[in-house]
């Protein structure tokens, strides 16, 4: 069994000394991305959940997150669109649904 060895910080240094920072662009670009996504039933914000069989992909230096609603469990790909999961309704407390009225004289 293997064991993890932390690098000795100053060693890391002196090796990323010198080059380029492209995560902290990618990082923010990520986070702008993620930001502008809610859940569609509760309007609340959705928190990052990695998935490891589509987290990496391609030449990416970030993994991908899918984005989960607390409340339903609505879940999407923020970079497809694709809804993973639709959720559970029954999961949102009353007061946080939209009311839908209806005209009755109609």
């Known amino acids: 069994m293997s064991t ?13 000394e010198g ?3 492209i995560l902290a662009p990618a990082l923010k670009a990520r986070e702008e991305l993620y930001s502008r996504f809610s859940c569609p039933r509760c309007r609340c914000k959705l928190l990052k959940e990695f ?5 990496f992909s391609g030449d990416e230096v970030l993994p991908k997150a899918l984005l989960c609603c607390p409340s339903c469990s609505y879940t999407i790909d923020p970079h497809t669109n694709i809804v993973v999961r639709f959720g559970d309704a029954s999961k949102i407390p009353v007061e946080s649904s ?8 109609e």
């Open 4 to 16: 993890f060895k932390e690098m000795d910080p100053e060693v890391t240094w002196r090796l990323i």
């Open 51 to 55: 998935d490891p069989r589509t987290c």
């Open 98 to 105: 939209p009311l839908i009225l209806f005209d009755q004289h």
């Open 19 to 21: 080059h380029e920072d």
